[in-house]
Structures are given as structure tokens and as C-alpha cells.
């Protein structure tokens, strides 16, 4: 789906727009290059912990909505990792959504469906999707524009539905150095796990539980099953927040 470009949360055109056609998922900064040598090994680590946790996604029938999608790595990656179903993707930067398609590998499949957001505000049904996931967005967000995000991604669950939010972890000191160097991320403003089951828990009932992920380099494979162990101590790098909305 395309149209006219929608304006970001602050009113101004879309920023993400300026780095679409080279997104490389922040591989920009070289301490994150010495962790992994591609974004998709970062992604894979989400598409797995999601791939666990949803194992209905393997066998197909669910509606998926990858909120803030970017340009369509996530979606992309746990399809590439066997995940089935109807997957859509939204995003403020029409320029990101355009890549999406440009990008997506044919023997994939057919792209996933594309709007653009307004703002927080998407095109999509109350109720409409099993699943909604936010990866890496809410930094992005202005503080007094979040509860509005958490809203819109209430309202588009159906009832028993799941949500998942991952957002990098402030109180991993290695990340707070990352985030302040790399250039997609000079808006940024980091959030605890704890600011996002408050936002939650604002605007609608869910039943919550946190992990924390990414404490090993995630190109190194022979040590995921340390990072599995310590899905309890809040020092990963990343955090995945797991809402289930009241039916």
C-alpha cells in the first residue's frame, strides 16, 4: 500500500526516511559489527525467543502485525526461520515500506501486506490481529507520544491476543554506548522494561511477563543456550515484554 508521506511523531516528515535505502540495521557502528557481522544475527535471536514462545507460528493460521516494521527484517527473518501465517507490516516511513518490497527475497513468498502509520494511528481493525510486535521503535517515540502507541497497538489485538515488545536495555552500560554513537539513533531516548508494562497496563489489561535477551554476541551460536538461562537478569541487551490481552 502506498500514499502520501505520513508525518512522524513529531509533526515533521518521517526521519527514517533519510536512511532507507541504506538501513543496515545500525551495523554502522563498529562495536556492533564486533559483535555480529549482520543485523539478521540480531534479529534471529527475537525471531527465535518469538519462534519458542509462539509455537503456533509454525504451523500457520495466525494474523501477525509488525508494528514500526522498518524495512521488513523482522517479519523476513522469522519467515526465513519457518514461521507461517498472515503477516502486515506498518511504519511511519513510507520510505522504509518501500523497501520492504524492494528487498524482500522471492523464494520467500509474496511480500507482506504494507500501510503507513499516521502518527501512532494505523488503518487496521479493532481487534484485528493474534499477534502484534513492536521491535526497536518506542526509542524512537517522543515520551508524551508513547501512550498513544500502546493505544493503538491495544486496540488492533484481539481479545486473548499477544503482544511483544522488544526494546534495547538501558541498563546495559554496552548499549547505552552503542545507542549514543550510532547515527540512526540520535533521537533515541531508552526506556526500562518497567516504563513499557506501566505504559501497557494505562490503556488496557494484559497479563505480563518479561525476558531479558542478548547477553552472549549473537553470531557465536554454541552460546545460546547461556542466554536461555539467563532470560532472569536484566542486564541483556535486549528485553522482549510479553503481554497477553484479557479475553
Not at 230 to 240: H, I, K, V
Amino acid at each position: 500500500m502506498t500514499a502520501a508521506d505520513p508525518q512522524s511523531w513529531s509533526g515533521e516528515p518521517a526521519e527514517f526516511d533519510d536512511y532507507a535505502a541504506e538501513y543496515q540495521g545500525g551495523l554502522d557502528n563498529p562495536i556492533k559489527r564486533m559483535l555480529g557481522s549482520s543485523p539478521d544475527q540480531f534479529i534471529a535471536v527475537k525471531a527465535r525467543w518469538l519462534l519458542r514462545r509462539e509455537p503456533g507460528l509454525r504451523t500457520g493460521g495466525l494474523s501477525i502485525l509488525d508494528y514500526g516494521c522498518g524495512v521488513g527484517s523482522l517479519m523476513r527473518v522469522l519467515i526465513g526461520h519457518g514461521a507461517k501465517g498472515s503477516f502486515t507490516g506498518c511504519d511511519i516511513s513510507t520510505g522504509m515500506l518501500r523497501q520492504v518490497e524492494k528487498r524482500w527475497p522471492r523464494e520467500l513468498g509474496e511480500p507482506p501486506a504494507l500501510a503507513p502509520q499516521q502518527g501512532a494511528s494505523t488503518p487496521f481493525a479493532d481487534g484485528q490481529f493474534d499477534i502484534a510486535m513492536i521491535s526497536a521503535v518506542l526509542h524512537h517515540v517522543p515520551i508524551g507520544d508513547r501512550p498513544a502507541v500502546y493505544a493503538e497497538l491495544g486496540r488492533v489485538l484481539k481479545p486473548g491476543g499477544r503482544l511483544y515488545v522488544f526494546e534495547h536495555n538501558p541498563r546495559n552500560p554496552l548499549v547505552r554506548h552503542v545507542i549514543a554513537r550510532t547515527p540512526i539513533d540520535r533521537n533515541a531516548i531508552l526506556l526500562d522494561a518497567n516504563e513499557v508494562r506501566h505504559g501497557l497496563l494505562d490503556v488496557a489489561r494484559y497479563e505480563l511477563e518479561t525476558d531479558y535477551l542478548m547477553f552472549m554476541p549473537p553470531g557465536l551460536a554454541f552460546l545460546r543456550g547461556v542466554d536461555r538461562l539467563l532470560t532472569w537478569l536484566p542486564m541483556g541487551a535486549q528485553y522482549a515484554v510479553a503481554a497477553r490481552k484479557a479475553a
